[in-house]
């Protein structure tokens, strides 16, 4: 009597579309397993009273004609609002009847309780009929029909007989319950449709509020963004004006009404600036860079504008370094010196008295991966619990006093967490009432150099007793080539300069060189194909030759080599790696060959 879920889904136009005979295959296939359970169940009662045998084959009838219903059904699925609507109900009232057929056998079965069982199973299949169709009673009414068929040959076979009236009293009770049964679920489905559109309309009116909400936001964040850029224009020139009128001859009173212009123009700058920032972390436009950041290079542009405030107010500014501080990572040196110099800024502005602390921990997290803190702590007022909670709230500061005395947006602390945010970091607060207050900003960075670097030593090119060579230098690039030159110039040495490979066999032809230093990739003619040229015969087969490429890999040292090299040297030019080459160019091909596996190693 019912179907399944797979085709529930393909019914989701049925649903909507249009005929009784669409609604009530949507609602037995819904409920298409049940069928077997009822099918045993009615199977069991039928064994007490036609015995076995009839039972199980009455149950195998009905199963058979079940699967080929429900078979009908799914192919009927997404055809029957195309025409097929009065097949369905046809199908359906047919296979009925072999339901119908079981409170037959026990009505006319010779067990005592087979009557009682044929009325139960007949009001049963009532209500599994119109339970199912309860949205569409018309078919309903046309399917149950062999119901009302086997009740017809029933109160025929008790025509005369006393159980005639109290049978015939059943079907309008039976009825009743029928029509309290669709009438009590079709109200309900009728209040359950009317939340789920009320709740539809519901969701629908909340996503409209946030899609307004969202563009309101979206508009504010695009105003601020365009108006920050339109007056940070004309307050360039305001200042730059200011500050090319304060080089000229005033009166006292006019240089004071000049500081008070360029104080008061640095100010708005100040919070264009920030409006500018918070925008740009709005919007996700914020650009961050990955660098190489000296640490010591960022230790001095972090401290070096406060040290002299500081000093200024009667401060006492203090910077310690502690754990395992690496001399390179890579980071952005312009967001972080932002945040930082935010929180020193803080800490110098609502410090009267006292000392003002810079702190950078560093832990080592990986072989090249490091955690730092850098806290900043003041001897200031402090910052009561309750009021760290809107610490980092946009246009928020603690004391609404301290926006008249020393100005502020209220934007720098929410814009100093977010950037430390999009770092992968975070600012934390430790504060203490009429003690201080420590701001620490926490981030990780990838380590480039743990340890300074050495200065270099100074390579000398000179060879033994200060001879000069002469060094033809094959080079397609003007700059590699020039300071190539330039280096072996320097040391004394001569050099012949050629742009590619042809043009150095042309001159390898007419002049003996002591060393030939050959780049690989060159127009015209590479550098090994040239090698093999040189090598073949002329004044230079014997020379030493190097050959220059900016690929590492070992093939290629291994197919210069074989083109007649005697060094292979990578770029960008090692020249510790060519002054050693040089000191061997006396001894020929062969000592240099010797050298080559240090040479290479050395150029790597």
């Given at each position: 009597?019912?179907?399944?879920?797979?085709?529930?889904?393909?019914?989701?136009?049925?649903?909507?579309?249009?005929?009784?005979?669409?609604?009530?295959?949507?609602?037995?296939?819904?409920?298409?397993?049940?069928?077997?359970?009822?099918?045993?169940?009615?199977?069991?009662?039928?064994?007490?009273?036609?015995?076995?045998?009839?039972?199980?084959?009455?149950?195998?009838?009905?199963?058979?004609?079940?699967?080929?219903?429900?078979?009908?059904?799914?192919?009927?699925?997404?055809?029957?609002?195309?025409?097929?609507?009065?097949?369905?109900?046809?199908?359906?009232?047919?296979?009925?009847?072999?339901?119908?057929?079981?409170?037959?056998?026990?009505?006319?079965?010779?067990?005592?309780?087979?009557?009682?069982?044929?009325?139960?199973?007949?009001?049963?299949?009532?209500?599994?009929?119109?339970?199912?169709?309860?949205?569409?009673?018309?078919?309903?009414?046309?399917?149950?029909?062999?119901?009302?068929?086997?009740?017809?040959?029933?109160?025929?076979?008790?025509?005369?007989?006393?159980?005639?009236?109290?049978?015939?009293?059943?079907?309008?009770?039976?009825?009743?319950?029928?029509?309290?049964?669709?009438?009590?679920?079709?109200?309900?489905?009728?209040?359950?449709?009317?939340?789920?559109?009320?709740?539809?309309?519901?969701?629908?009116?909340?996503?409209?509020?946030?899609?307004k909400a969202d563009a309101a936001n979206?508009?504010?964040?695009?105003?601020?963004?365009?108006?920050?850029?339109?007056?940070?224009?004309?307050?360039?020139?305001?200042?730059?004006?200011?500050?090319?009128?304060?080089?000229?001859?005033?009166?006292?009173?006019?240089?004071?009404?000049?500081?008070?212009?360029?104080?008061?123009?640095?100010?708005?700058?100040?919070?264009?600036?920030?409006?500018?920032?918070?925008?740009?972390?709005?919007?996700?436009?914020?650009?961050?860079?990955?660098?190489?950041?000296?640490?010591?290079?960022?230790?001095?542009?972090?401290?070096?504008?406060?040290?002299?405030?500081?000093?200024?107010?009667?401060?006492?500014?203090?910077?310690?370094?502690?754990?395992?501080?690496?001399?390179?990572?890579?980071?952005?040196?312009?967001?972080?010196?932002?945040?930082?110099?935010?929180?020193?800024?803080?800490?110098?502005?609502?410090?009267?008295?006292?000392?003002?602390?810079?702190?950078?921990?560093?832990?080592?997290?990986?072989?090249?991966?490091?955690?730092?803190?850098?806290?900043?702590?003041?001897?200031?007022?402090?910052?009561?619990?309750?009021?760290?909670?809107?610490?980092?709230?946009?246009?928020?500061?603690?004391?609404?006093?301290?926006?008249?005395?020393?100005?502020?947006?209220?934007?720098?602390?929410?814009?100093?967490?977010?950037?430390a945010n999009i770092m992968g970091g975070?600012?934390?607060?430790?504060?203490?009432?009429?003690?201080?207050?420590?701001?620490?900003?926490?981030?990780?960075?990838?380590?480039?150099?743990?340890?300074?670097?050495?200065?270099?030593?100074?390579?000398?090119?000179?060879?033994?007793?200060?001879?000069?060579?002469?060094?033809?230098?094959?080079?397609?690039?003007?700059?590699?080539?020039?300071?190539?030159?330039?280096?072996?110039?320097?040391?004394?040495?001569?050099?012949?300069?050629?742009?590619?490979?042809?043009?150095?066999?042309?001159?390898?032809?007419?002049?003996?060189?002591?060393?030939?230093?050959?780049?690989?990739?060159?127009?015209?003619?590479?550098?090994?194909?040239?090698?093999?040229?040189?090598?073949?015969?002329?004044?230079?087969?014997?020379?030493?030759?190097?050959?220059?490429?900016?690929?590492?890999?070992?093939?290629?040292?291994?197919?210069?080599?074989?083109?007649?090299?005697?060094?292979?040297?990578?770029?960008?030019?090692?020249?510790?790696?060519?002054?050693?080459?040089?000191?061997?160019?006396?001894?020929?091909?062969?000592?240099?060959?010797?050298?080559?596996?240090?040479?290479?190693?050395?150029?790597?």
């Amino acid at each position: 009597m019912v179907g399944s879920e797979d085709i529930g889904k393909s019914l989701e136009g049925a649903r909507s579309g249009t005929g009784e005979a669409a609604q009530a295959l949507t609602a037995i296939l819904q409920t298409q397993y049940l069928r077997y359970l009822i099918i045993a169940s009615w199977a069991v009662g039928l064994c007490g009273t036609v015995g076995p045998v009839p039972a199980v084959l009455w149950f195998a009838a009905t199963v058979a004609a079940g699967s080929v219903r429900g078979v009908f059904e799914r192919r009927m699925a997404g055809r029957v609002d195309a025409g097929w609507g009065l097949i369905f109900p046809a199908v359906a009232t047919v296979t009925t009847a072999a339901w119908a057929s079981a409170p037959l056998m026990a009505w006319f079965s010779d067990a005592s309780f087979g009557q009682a069982l044929a009325v139960a199973l007949l009001i049963s299949g009532y209500v599994l009929v119109f339970s199912q169709l309860r949205s569409s009673p018309k078919q309903a009414i046309v399917i149950s029909s062999p119901y009302s068929v086997v009740a017809v040959i029933i109160l025929c076979s008790l025509w005369g007989r006393p159980e005639f009236v109290p049978f015939l009293s059943i079907m309008p009770f039976t009825a009743a319950g029928l029509f309290v049964l669709v009438t009590m679920t079709m109200l309900r489905e009728e209040r359950i449709k009317a939340f789920q559109e009320h709740q539809a309309h519901l969701i629908e009116e909340l996503q409209g509020a946030r899609d307004k909400a969202d563009a309101a936001n979206q508009a504010k964040s695009n105003f601020l963004g365009v108006i920050s850029h339109e007056l940070r224009t004309p307050m360039n020139g305001v200042l730059g004006a200011a500050q090319l009128l304060q080089s000229t001859r005033l009166e006292s009173t006019q240089r004071e009404y000049l500081s008070i212009i360029r104080n008061s123009g640095d100010n708005l700058l100040h919070l264009l600036n920030d409006i500018l920032d918070m925008t740009k972390i709005e919007a996700g436009k914020m650009t961050f860079e990955v660098i190489d950041v000296s640490i010591e290079d960022l230790h001095r542009r972090v401290i070096g504008p406060f040290e002299a405030q500081a000093e200024a107010k009667g401060l006492q500014f203090v910077s310690t370094f502690d754990g395992e501080v690496p001399s390179v990572v890579k980071g952005d040196p312009l967001r972080v010196c932002q945040v930082i110099q935010n929180l020193l800024s803080n800490a110098v502005k609502f410090t009267e008295a006292g000392t003002i602390h810079y702190h950078v921990l560093a832990r080592r997290v990986a072989d090249r991966r490091v955690a730092f803190d850098f806290s900043v702590t003041d001897s200031g007022s402090g910052i009561a619990p309750e009021d760290l909670q809107r610490l980092f709230q946009p246009f928020t500061q603690v004391d609404a006093s301290s926006t008249r005395r020393f100005g502020g947006t209220g934007l720098g602390l929410t814009i100093a967490r977010r950037m430390a945010n999009i770092m992968g970091g975070d600012i934390r607060v430790e504060s203490t009432v009429g003690q201080g207050s420590t701001f620490v900003l926490s981030v990780e960075a990838d380590v480039v150099e743990w340890q300074p670097m050495q200065e270099a030593e100074a390579i000398h090119a000179e060879v033994g007793e200060g001879d000069s060579l002469s060094v033809l230098v094959v080079e397609d690039h003007p700059v590699n080539r020039m300071i190539l030159e330039a280096w072996l110039g320097s040391a004394g040495h001569t050099t012949v300069s050629a742009e590619d490979g042809q043009i150095a066999v042309n001159a390898a032809t007419s002049q003996v060189f002591d060393l030939i230093i050959m780049d690989v990739n060159m127009p015209v003619m590479d550098g090994l194909s040239a090698t093999r040229l040189i090598r073949s015969a002329g004044v230079n087969a014997d020379t030493p030759i190097a050959v220059l490429s900016a690929s590492a890999r070992h093939e290629d040292h291994e197919a210069g080599l074989d083109a007649g090299a005697d060094a292979y040297l990578n770029k960008p030019i090692d020249f510790a790696a060519l002054a050693q080459l040089m000191q061997k160019v006396r001894g020929g091909r062969t000592a240099i060959k010797g050298g080559a596996e240090s040479l290479q190693s050395a150029a790597a």
